[in-house]
């Protein structure tokens, strides 16, 4: 992990969650699209950039946060082990798993970051305005197009925001919202944002110098 006193946000974990890029086990939903090997090759494209991306940034340190059904080997031969920490997540759906990714970092950290893979669209920009405004809020989201969010912040963090939600569906935000006003929870919503999870997302990626060579119009 690089030295923390390079970081601009030492006290801010930022954490990704991941998996094992094994065909037919990633971006399930756009194998009809591109096939298992398109798809599979998809999701590599993503980790690499989002992880990447996140490091380059200089702004906090980086966990890498993977399925229990990963091999943390590959992660560690396929990008180094120097520049984040690995970690595998607990939970018995997502919503666990992230409220226990997020509370374990705060047990360290002053605040947290958590995003997944499928938002190429997360700027360095982004990520330090998630960091920024966790001084006035307590928790920071940025919806996604789809009704989901790609990207959640937190200082102080209440279980109940990731209990009875539709994950995977257009009503995650909404209940969210929902839940963070029943909890009393101040929250920031940064601008929205696209993530890729089935063909009609793919259109998207024309909007993005590093995937344009991987739309197929079909």
């Not at 305005?129 to 200082?155: N, S």
Request: with cysteine.
């Amino acid at each position: 992990m690089p030295p923390l006193i390079n970081l601009s946000y030492p006290d801010t974990l930022i954490i990704i969650f991941a998996r094992e890029p094994v065909q037919g086990k990633v971006k399930t939903r756009l194998i009809p699209a591109l096939g298992t090997e398109g798809a599979t090759e998809l999701y590599t494209r993503l980790l690499d950039y989002a992880l990447n991306n996140v490091i380059s940034a200089d702004l906090s340190p980086v966990n890498l946060c993977i399925t229990p059904e990963s091999h943390g080997s590959y992660f560690t031969r396929v990008y180094g082990a120097s520049q984040f920490e690995l970690s595998f997540q607990e939970g018995h759906d997502l919503g666990d798993r992230m409220y226990q990714a997020l509370a374990g970092a705060l047990t360290r950290y002053s605040k947290a970051i958590l995003i997944g893979t499928d938002c190429p669209f997360l700027t360095k920009q982004d990520l330090e305005l998630a960091i920024t405004a966790l001084d006035e809020h307590d928790m920071v989201f940025t919806p996604a197009a789809d009704g989901g969010y790609v990207l959640v912040a937190a200082k102080n963090l209440n279980l109940e925001v990731f209990v009875d939600i539709d994950w995977g569906t257009e009503k995650v935000m909404k209940q969210s919202r929902s839940a963070l006003s029943r909890q009393g929870i101040s929250w920031y919503e940064l601008p929205e944002k696209n993530d890729i999870d089935i063909k009609e997302d793919l259109k998207y990626l024309l909007l993005h110098n590093e995937f344009k060579d991987l739309f197929i119009e079909n």
